[in-house]
């Protein structure tokens, strides 16, 4: 399932997005969509609405447009509409070519921020001090050389980095409409498709190479003019070749393949009128080869990196949409013996009527600890009125020290006297800080509390054999040892759904 104008309208990372939605147990229904746009911080809510419904729905929203996910966007009379190309329709065909499907999403502020690095800024940086010593230190013509191996190299790149999953914009700009009958503009049935294969290497990778080599060289012109020339007059077969894939064996022309073959024929135009041949030599030549090796070696290494890392995320995906199931989440949870708490009042929050439980065994003296209350207080943020929390510290009078009982009578001071957020916001603040005085500060207060409930709590504790922390208790069940605590993301709405399990 394409939808690449949605994912880069929304500003996420394409590959994290498609991993996490093709290993999702449920794939490829709405349901994984939903789940994985609320992961990737897109919070969401799908509804089936009738279109007579539909003129009552925000500027935006996404729909199954054409069987596609699509991001619609109202735009005056009519809808621009973006899965995977964009697209214009009016009222009438966007609800014939719908589903009743809607999903209404809200983003959040670190929803663009699970992207991966961006290696382009910087390589903006060095093509910019690349032009900038060469308009500043060689000739005009000399200078128009190197732009032309600047833009060889940035095209190449754009190519290599779509043989991998990633969407070009600049390459979808250039080749426009590759669907249906406008198959003669079509760039995927030429780089694709590309059948050469040498130790694993494409084509198009060998025009990065090219490109790459002629950028480094290019600096040192006028000195290695002869060298220069005479791997433009080369270029004149690769030319050849590819003119001859796309006429007679694809017989289909690719717009990105006809700008690169028009760059090297500026090229060719240029070293042969305005490059003078200069003296040849032996030391020149071995420079010349080790520079081709290793930008050779460099692009097979990352073809090879690149090619293991997809084939390792899709047998990966396919392995966590196993995991992933919740039937077998559940069974795995049902194994453990469920435990019987006392009704013992220490820090309940959420909606203490809630039919899904989850307590928290944890020590706030555990460094492990933190990472198990970040997911507790996200599942209190977006499930408030549908989860009830129970945090339970352990605490021994003979084993703690004065730290750890002043501390722990600060949290019950907030709890009893301040509103829950200000009490996880303490909760957030020692976990961060490790300060006893800063907490008892937010209490202000540093009377001695009554802490016989947590006493009895950590006699409840032990006797259910939950000395390790931290522990994810769910409806009394201990959280399963085969799953890493993160996962519940991925089983709490059917968990609340379950009635079975309630």
């Not at 669907?179 to 060998?206: E, M, P, R, V």
């Not at 065994?361 to 996200?378: L, Q």
Request: some cysteine; hydrophobic content about 40%.
């Amino acid at each position: 399932m394409i939808f690449d104008k949605l994912i880069n309208h929304l500003k996420l990372d394409k590959q994290e997005f498609t991993f996490q939605f093709n290993s999702h147990p449920n794939y490829p229904s709405a349901l994984a969509f939903s789940d994985t746009l609320n992961f990737m911080g897109v919070k969401n809510d799908a509804y089936e609405l009738d279109k007579e419904y539909w003129d009552e729905l925000p500027e935006e929203f996404i729909a199954i447009v054409d069987n596609s996910f699509s991001l619609v966007k109202k735009s005056g009379a009519g809808y621009s509409v973006y899965s995977e190309k964009a697209k214009t329709l009016n009222k009438e065909e966007l609800h014939k070519k719908s589903t009743d499907f809607v999903l209404l999403f809200e983003k959040t502020e670190n929803a663009e921020n699970r992207a991966a690095f961006d290696f382009k800024p910087l390589l903006y940086v060095v093509f910019a001090i690349i032009l900038g010593y060469s308009f500043f230190t060689q000739t005009l013509f000399e200078a128009l050389f190197n732009v032309l191996s600047l833009a060889g190299v940035y095209i190449s790149m754009e190519i290599f980095n779509q043989k991998f999953g990633n969407t070009s914009t600049v390459i979808g700009s250039i080749c426009g409409d590759t669907s249906g009958k406008q198959a003669t503009n079509s760039c995927d049935k030429i780089i694709k498709q590309d059948k050469t294969s040498i130790l694993g290497l494409k084509f198009s990778d060998f025009s990065l190479i090219y490109f790459t080599g002629l950028v480094v060289l290019g600096l040192f012109l006028p000195a290695t003019a002869y060298i220069v020339k005479g791997f433009t007059f080369v270029s004149v077969l690769a030319v050849a070749y590819s003119l001859y894939i796309q006429a007679f064996v694809e017989k289909a022309f690719c717009r990105v393949c006809l700008l690169i073959i028009s760059i090297l024929a500026g090229q060719l135009v240029l070293s042969i009128l305005f490059f003078e041949n200069t003296v040849f030599t032996i030391g020149m030549l071995l420079l010349t080869s080790v520079l081709w090796i290793l930008i050779f070696c460099t692009v097979l290494y990352f073809t090879n990196i690149l090619t293991q890392k997809e084939a390792l995320q899709k047998s990966n995906a396919k392995n966590l949409r196993f995991k992933r199931n919740y039937e077998l989440f559940k069974s795995q949870l049902l194994e453990n013996e469920k435990i019987e708490f006392q009704d013992t009042e220490t820090f309940s929050l959420g909606n203490k009527d809630a039919k899904l439980r989850l307590s928290i065994v944890s020590n706030p003296y555990c460094g492990f600890c933190k990472d198990g209350h970040k997911i507790m207080e996200g599942l209190l943020e977006k499930y408030p009125d549908d989860i009830s929390v129970q945090i339970r510290f352990n605490y021994s009078p003979e084993r703690a020290d004065e730290k750890y009982t002043r501390l722990l009578s600060a949290f019950n001071f907030m709890y009893h006297n301040k509103p829950q957020k200000e009490f996880l916001n303490a909760v957030e603040q020692w976990f961060e800080t490790r300060d006893e005085e800063k907490i008892v500060s937010l209490a202000r207060s540093s009377d001695a509390q009554d802490l016989t409930p947590f006493i009895e709590m950590t006699m409840d504790n032990n006797n259910a054999g939950l000395n390790f922390t931290p522990i994810f208790i769910l409806n009394g069940h201990q959280f399963p040892d085969k799953y890493d605590r993160e996962d519940i993301w991925f089983f709490v709405d059917e968990l609340m759904e379950d009635e079975d399990f309630q």
